[in-house]
């Protein structure tokens, strides 16, 4: 089975920094990578899938990328409503997510 | 408006059984590959199986630490996707999550969620 790991497995940033939580499937799964952000107490919200494929809707100080077996979610200008874990999820045959980032305010 | 609402979530002891459903609306069920995500409390998201339309094959896929004892199905004519979890576990306390990506492997619409609790 394919493996997902995440790293930091948390962070504290301030307001306007720039974020990245790096990714890792332990096989290639070419681009079938998204990314979620789950804030207390919701439901997981998809931000980004085809690794780089920007949700309508999602601001655009989100982005991502990488394929094969790296991937990168980075937060261009961290807001104080993006404190949230952020998930990724392999999708090219039995989905599987990583085990989380929390981010959080310095 | 896409909506899941799951439903059947309760306090169980060790090896009892269990059904939710998810009633879905907003989309084209028939269509739809339908999936339950758990999360235990406190931890992160875990993938539990995942069924596909009849018109893509039906079939149904399960993560392997409920393979064996969870059994997932659907009635398209209700718009509902059922999760029948057999011979529960301590470690399957969680709140379980109907989600839809409709023919994607990713989620774009996430229920609720419905706790399900196994102690004795």
């Known amino acids: 089975d394919i493996q997902m790991t995440q790293s930091p497995s948390s962070l504290s940033a301030s307001v306007g920094d720039r974020v990245t939580i790096t990714c890792r499937a332990s096989q290639g799964i070419a681009n079938y990578l998204a990314w979620y952000q789950q804030k207390p107490g919701k439901v997981p919200n998809l931000l980004i899938y085809a690794a780089s494929t920007l949700r309508s809707g999602v601001p655009s100080r989100f982005s991502g990328s990488g394929s094969g077996t790296d991937f990168t979610l980075t937060i261009s200008s961290l807001q104080p409503e993006d404190v949230a874990t952020y998930y990724c999820q392999k999708y090219d045959s039995a989905p599987t997510f990583g085990p989380g980032t929390k981010v959080d305010l310095k | 408006e896409v909506q899941l609402v799951e439903s059947g979530g309760d306090l169980v002891e060790p090896g009892g059984s269990l059904r939710l459903s998810c009633a879905a609306s907003?989309?084209?069920?028939?269509?739809?590959?339908m999936s339950w995500v758990r999360q235990a409390p406190g931890k992160g998201l875990e993938w539990v199986g995942r069924i596909e339309s009849k018109a893509d094959g039906g079939t149904v896929d399960y993560a392997a630490p409920v393979k064996g004892r969870f059994t997932i199905s659907r009635d398209d004519s209700k718009t509902t996707v059922y999760l029948q979890m057999n011979s529960l576990k301590t470690e399957d306390t969680a709140v379980y999550h109907c989600t839809t990506g409709i023919r994607s492997g990713y989620y774009t619409a996430w229920g609720q969620g419905t706790l399900v609790t196994v102690s004795s």
């Open positions: 907003g989309f084209t069920f028939t269509n739809a590959w």
